[in-house]
């Protein structure tokens, strides 16, 4: 049972930087998002996907691009690093976008 | 006013204690509602719906109260492993179905 599956879990960049972070399920589910978890703000909605080939932004999506060009992927990519994108990104998946998510185990990503 | 909001506590109880927190919301279109536990750096896990009519897993109940647009989650005989952060999550109607999450309520159940 692998669920939502993340990767990588710890990443360490330098400002300016760019990188993807990866999320994939294998539950078939049609609904996606990405949320970044602070200290004291907790879970903000990055992007979200309601379906394949179909993305939204959500509450915080600057800085941050996605794509779904399958129902299982869901890459998140930081264009430019910046030290306030040290994070803890999570991905989420659901049948729909009306039912519990699933949460993926979560990357720390550190923004030097 | 936040669109959901939770008591951050810390709530510090004794094991075997009955706990309640609350979860209120802002909009009154919300149609979905879930409470999550998340113990520290890990990810969030479903701990259970909240339907209309109220619903009860074990040692958790959990209530949905529309008028005041609260949903409330009671956690009975308390144990140490409950110690955890519980999150609200209300999804609204309308086409939007944007999930916005409280930011948790800590529980600490000490021996």
């Known amino acids: 049972n692998a669920g939502v599956t993340q990767t990588p879990k710890f990443q360490v960049l330098k400002t300016g930087q760019s990188m993807t972070l990866q999320c994939a399920q294998d539950?078939?589910?049609?609904?996606m998002s990405w949320y970044r978890q602070d200290p004291g703000m907790g879970l903000r909605l990055i992007h979200y996907?309601?379906?394949?080939?179909?993305?939204d932004q959500g509450e915080v999506p600057n800085g941050y691009n996605v794509s779904r060009s399958t129902t299982e992927d869901f890459p998140l990519r930081l264009l430019s690093a910046a030290p306030s994108q040290t994070s803890v990104y999570f991905c989420?998946?659901?049948?729909?976008?009306?039912?519990?998510?699933?949460f993926g185990d979560g990357t720390r990503l550190s923004i030097l | 006013r936040k669109e959901v909001e939770q008591d951050p506590g810390p709530f510090n109880v004794p094991e075997g204690a009955t706990v309640a927190f609350n979860c209120t919301y802002s909009?009154?279109?919300?149609?979905?509602f879930f409470w999550y536990r998340q113990d520290c750096r890990k990810e969030p896990k479903l701990l259970m719906s909240?339907?209309?009519s109220g619903n009860e897993d074990g040692r958790f109940t959990a209530q949905l109260n529309r008028a005041s647009q609260y949903i409330s989650l009671l956690i009975r005989d308390s144990k140490l492993s409950d110690s955890a952060t519980y999150l609200c999550v209300v999804i609204p109607s309308g086409g939007s179905y944007i999930p916005t999450f409280g930011r948790g309520t800590s529980l600490i159940v000490h021996p």
């Open positions: 909240v339907y209309s």
């Open positions: 989420a998946s659901s049948y729909s976008a009306d039912q519990p998510q699933h």
């Open positions: 909009n009154s279109a919300s149609q979905s």
């Open positions: 996907s309601v379906g394949a080939g179909i993305t």
């Open positions: 539950m078939n589910h049609e609904y």
